[in-house]
């Protein structure tokens, strides 16, 4: 467990981390997200007692790391894969961190096995390639058989075999009770390891919860509609009963309606109603990508511009059309779908999902909500449980 | 944490690294083979000599003439065992590994100090008879009055320059800041104000100066040094303390 109280950190008069309060608790992947420069791997530093806080602090287990007793057999970290001497043998690397804790040296032939090293144990790692320097940063925090592992960037450079790897590692060292904190910028591979998220931004806390409640409360989905192509008028009949429905419709490049505020059943009915054929009709969950660019949009502090190429340019021939922009490149809002429900809590804490559906109600494509604990037959507190029941089978 | 571990990890990243290697053997290669060089010259030269150089004839001291141009090799090795933690990286790596950063320090430098220390002596000891076989008949013996103390205070002279250089670098921390410092310091700075009359008096308490005095057995005619061998190596000692309790105090405190 791993927890912050009010953590602070100026360099001079640049705060890199506000009043950073969180718990990472053991048994799940905590995701650590934030734009560049937001103050995460300072946070990371601060953990393992590199970096002292300028207030407040961070224990793990209940002690500050400079005073946790045999520090490397509890806390295994990958802060930074190129904090290595090139000069130095791969094996001898870790047989210098494991002496450090006692840890036998056949434990680092182990670890090299682990992370697929083994034939290159005994080379430099200044010949190592970037996800091969990963691999051995990755060794050094196994070394210990560590409660405790922090990862920054785990998966940078790592080929897709290296990444489907450090996903079920992280997976499994979480599901063996562990606590497991690591960041990352890829938002694909965050949705596919972490259970629960801790995001900041210029180093203040924008969200601690869960990666469903994230993506439910910071975006909306949408159903996509389509009508017939060869019948235009058909859509825009559909467009006015839907607004007149309550919904909002906006259409898209290629001729769809984009619908939000309407169940999906709705929009069906109401074209059922309307006489007009439909083509399609889906429903879109937004990704967490998606959920995480609307939150940080405010927070990011390096953001690209359009290159404009001004003096590189060939003047355009005539009649020839300037190439349209790159989805997402210098257009700030982009990823900014409409706020989830009418006066929706972009930043809210955990919701009800029945609450928190993209189309106002229950989302019936969605994975079915929790049962509340009111309907469920037998309320533990009311009934002793018995050994027969399923529920406590397992 | 017990310190044996490490001490022992250190000994692991010491001799793992080419670096290590170069610095020492170049050290010791460079002193005695510039000690047998020097040596032979003298030899020579003796007959021409002038009286007063010639009762100031310290065949001893002449052997360690090497030392200047050694000490330079025992520098880069003391500089670059420290900051190349930093130059690396690998210091968030190993202060997240030891969070008891005194213990830390202290392991890293016993160790290189005891490396230092095993090859200062060796050296020392080997330019001593190699230097004494060159003098011919001027030689002096191990056996002579303040001879022994000059051989082995020649080790323990190396084996400080050593550490003075591991407390500037862990203070400074980049290894090119703490050589560009150091470098001309001992080569060129303490000669220069070690020469002029008007700055000798201050020149002869800067470390490599006052350390130096330990290797000298006949003490020049006019000599009005206000400290003798073992005083001298003292001030040198004070030197490195200072150095090492800076860098202490600094990475305690520091950021890493």
């Known amino acids: ?394 | 944490m017990a310190a044996t571990q490490v001490i022992r990890s250190e000994w692991t990243k010491i001799r793992s690294v080419a670096s290590t290697v170069w610095t020492l053997s170049l050290a010791v290669v460079v002193t005695i083979g510039l000690g047998i060089l020097i040596s032979a010259l003298s030899k020579n030269e003796f007959d021409n000599m002038s009286r007063q150089d010639k009762l100031s004839f310290d065949p001893t001291f002449i052997s360690f003439a090497g030392m200047s141009l050694g000490q330079l090799a025992m520098i880069v090795f003391g500089v670059l065992v420290v900051s190349n933690e930093y130059s690396t990286g690998m210091i968030r790596t190993s202060l997240a590994a030891v969070p008891q950063r005194g213990t830390f320090l202290a392991s890293k430098i016993a160790v290189a100090t005891g490396l230092s220390l095993a090859v200062g002596l060796v050296t020392s000891f080997v330019t001593f008879f190699l230097g004494q076989a060159m003098l011919g008949s001027h030689r002096a013996e191990i056996g002579d009055t303040g001879v022994l103390r000059a051989v082995i205070g020649g080790g323990l002279y190396m084996t400080l320059i050593a550490m003075f250089s591991m407390g500037v670098a862990a203070m400074l921390r980049s290894p090119m800041l703490s050589l560009g410092i150091l470098m001309p310091f001992f080569f060129l700075i303490s000669n220069i104000l070690g020469n002029v009359s008007a700055t000798k008096k201050i020149g002869r308490f800067l470390p490599d100066q006052a350390g130096s005095r330990i290797m000298q057995v006949v003490t020049p005619i006019d000599d009005d040094t206000p400290y003798g061998p073992w005083g001298g190596l003292g001030i040198m000692a004070l030197w490195v303390a200072v150095a090492l309790i800076g860098a202490y105090v600094l990475l305690k405190k520091r950021d890493a």
């Open chain 1, 1 to 394: 467990m791993i927890e912050a109280v009010g953590l602070t950190k100026r360099y001079g008069d640049k705060t890199a981390v506000y009043n950073l309060s969180f718990q990472v608790r053991p048994g799940t992947v905590t995701g650590f997200l934030g734009p560049n420069g937001s103050g995460k791997s300072t946070t990371m530093r601060m953990i393992l007692g590199l970096d002292n806080p300028t207030s407040g602090q961070v224990t793990i287990g209940g002690y500050p790391y400079r005073r946790l007793p045999n520090a490397a057999r509890q806390v295994g970290a990958l802060i930074d894969a190129k904090a290595v001497h090139g000069g130095r043998a791969a094996r001898n690397h870790l047989l210098c961190l494991a002496q450090l804790s006692g840890i036998p040296a056949r434990r680092v032939d182990e670890v090299l096995g682990v992370v697929g090293l083994q034939d290159v144990a005994r080379k430099r790692s200044k010949g190592f390639s970037l996800g091969m320097g990963q691999r051995l940063g990755i060794a050094a925090a196994l070394l210990g058989d560590p409660q405790v592992l922090l990862f920054d960037e785990p998966v940078n450079g790592l080929d897709p075999e290296g990444i489907l790897w450090v996903r079920n590692l992280m997976k499994a060292l979480a599901a063996e009770g562990r606590t497991v904190f690591v960041s990352s910028h890829l938002m694909s591979e965050m949705a596919l390891t972490a259970d629960h998220l801790i995001v900041i931004g210029r180093g203040q806390l924008l969200a601690d919860m869960s990666i469903q409640d994230f993506i439910a409360a910071n975006s909306a989905g949408f159903a996509r509609v389509r009508t017939p192509d060869t019948e235009p008028q058909l859509r825009e009949k559909l467009s006015a009963a839907i607004t007149e429905a309550g919904g909002h419709v906006l259409p898209e490049q290629d001729g769809a309606l984009r619908v939000t505020g309407l169940p999906l059943p709705r929009i069906s009915d109401i074209a059922h109603d309307t006489d007009v054929r439909l083509w399609e009709l889906s429903p879109h969950q937004a990704s967490l990508e998606e959920a995480y660019m609307r939150m940080t949009q405010g927070a990011v502090d390096y953001r690209s511009t359009i290159d404009q190429k001004a003096g590189l340019m060939q003047p355009l021939p005539p009649g020839a059309q300037p190439p349209m922009p790159v989805p997402g490149q210098g257009q700030p809002g982009w990823y900014a779908p409409p706020p989830p429900q009418p006066g929706g809590q972009p930043f809210a804490g955990p919701q009800d999902p029945a609450q928190a559906g993209p189309y106002g109600a229950p989302n019936p494509y969605a994975q079915p909500p929790a049962q509340p604990p009111a309907a469920a037959p037998a309320p533990q507190t009311s009934a002793p449980a018995t050994p027969t029941e399923p529920e406590d089978a397992r």
